[in-house]
């Protein structure tokens, strides 16, 4: 594994921020760039004291985060997409350290959400002279999220398109299409609020965030900082009602578009008729039938 290290004396009014750059370098869709030169020549110009890890496996991120917030890190940053962004911040939990995220993914949804510029100058800027806040964060079978986790289609979507062989919005779309003529909806039960619910599931999405990626805005109105979780029910997708869904994503406008309904709630149990598949962040896990799904008031610090 290759290190790459750079540490600049800093003015003496000026106080040095000590950040690790967490690199996938498999993430995003243009691999011609040499990205640790990038990131190298931009937190320079900064002025920045840092270093970048490459990953080298899947939860990799993982373990280089928790190793750099016992070293120090004051900012522990995932250069890569949604699925590295988890990676790290579940690192990151439990400690002093705070995430940061340069966004090189097809989706970057809890990028977009705290506005963190989508090019790799402006992030790494934004990086290097942070402002601190603090995000809720999920859990689903003991599995954190961050941005987004679901049950139903855009697990199935998900699921498909790993194995799709290439990544970007197009092939997202051309999988959603193809797998909608396929999917049907799976009775479930939900409580959540002391309320129980007996319904279908197409989607049952639980926000966060306010969107998947992409600008799609499965809950426009999730709050990162309010204790409680968006839920976004879908019982079913008609062709119109389709239709209706997929302009209410691209415009923000779904909890007012007849194609969805919503609730709030910090914990819910989910219970379905046969197993069901779900993704944590954008990642498909696996097929269950019961979820417990909660959340972690202000559990983690973002560099924003």
């Given at each position: 594994?290759?290190?790459y290290?750079l540490a600049?004396s800093?003015?003496?009014?000026?106080?040095?921020?000590r950040?690790?750059?967490?690199?996938?370098?498999?993430?995003?869709?243009n691999?011609?760039q040499?990205?640790?030169?990038?990131?190298?020549?931009?937190?320079?110009?900064?002025?920045?004291?840092?270093?970048i890890?490459?990953?080298q496996?899947a939860?990799h991120a993982?373990?280089?985060?928790?190793?750099a917030?016992?070293?120090?890190?004051r900012?522990?940053?995932?250069?890569?997409?949604?699925?590295?962004?988890?990676?790290?911040?579940r690192?990151?939990?439990g400690?002093?350290?705070?995430?940061?995220i340069?966004?090189?993914?097809?989706?970057?949804?809890?990028?977009r959400h705290?506005h963190?510029?989508?090019?790799?100058?402006?992030?790494?800027?934004r990086?290097?002279?942070p402002t601190?806040?603090?995000m809720?964060?999920g859990?689903?079978?003991?599995r954190?999220?961050?941005?987004?986790?679901?049950l139903?289609?855009d697990?199935h979507?998900?699921?498909m398109?790993?194995r799709a062989?290439?990544?970007?919005?197009?092939?997202?779309?051309?999988?959603?299409?193809?797998?909608y003529?396929r999917y049907?909806a799976m009775?479930?039960?939900?409580?959540?609020?002391?309320q129980h619910l007996?319904?279908?599931?197409?989607?049952?999405?639980?926000?966060?965030?306010a969107?998947?990626?992409?600008?799609?805005?499965?809950?426009?109105?999730a709050d990162?900082?309010?204790?409680?979780?968006?839920?976004?029910?879908?019982?079913?997708?008609?062709?119109?009602r389709?239709?209706?869904?997929?302009?209410g994503?691209?415009?923000?406008?779904?909890p007012?578009?007849?194609?969805?309904?919503?609730?709030?709630?910090?914990h819910?149990?989910?219970?379905?008729a046969?197993?069901?598949g779900?993704h944590?962040?954008g990642?498909?896990?696996?097929?269950?039938?019961?979820?417990?799904?909660?959340?972690?008031?202000?559990?983690?610090?973002?560099?924003?």
């Amino acid at each position: 594994m290759r290190l790459y290290l750079l540490a600049i004396s800093p003015p003496r009014h000026f106080t040095l921020v000590r950040i690790c750059f967490i690199l996938n370098p498999t993430s995003g869709t243009n691999r011609t760039q040499d990205v640790p030169a990038l990131l190298t020549r931009y937190a320079t110009t900064a002025g920045a004291e840092f270093e970048i890890r490459p990953t080298q496996y899947a939860g990799h991120a993982e373990e280089l985060a928790r190793a750099a917030a016992q070293e120090g890190y004051r900012v522990v940053v995932a250069v890569g997409g949604d699925g590295t962004v988890n990676e790290v911040a579940r690192g990151l939990l439990g400690t002093s350290a705070a995430l940061g995220i340069v966004p090189r993914g097809s989706g970057n949804g809890l990028a977009r959400h705290l506005h963190i510029p989508l090019d790799l100058p402006g992030a790494v800027r934004r990086i290097c002279a942070p402002t601190f806040q603090r995000m809720d964060v999920g859990h689903i079978n003991g599995r954190p999220f961050f941005c987004t986790a679901g049950l139903g289609f855009d697990a199935h979507v998900s699921k498909m398109f790993a194995r799709a062989g290439t990544r970007g919005l197009s092939t997202y779309v051309k999988v959603a299409l193809r797998e909608y003529r396929r999917y049907q909806a799976m009775p479930i039960e939900v409580e959540l609020n002391n309320q129980h619910l007996a319904t279908n599931c197409y989607v049952l999405a639980f926000a966060n965030a306010a969107q998947y990626g992409n600008n799609a805005y499965i809950a426009p109105r999730a709050d990162i900082q309010d204790g409680l979780l968006d839920l976004c029910l879908i019982d079913g997708l008609s062709f119109p009602r389709a239709v209706r869904v997929g302009l209410g994503l691209a415009l923000g406008t779904l909890p007012t578009s007849g194609g969805a309904v919503y609730h709030t709630s910090c914990h819910i149990q989910v219970k379905a008729a046969r197993p069901l598949g779900f993704h944590v962040d954008g990642d498909y896990v696996a097929d269950e039938t019961d979820f417990v799904v909660s959340l972690d008031p202000l559990a983690l610090e973002v560099a924003v």
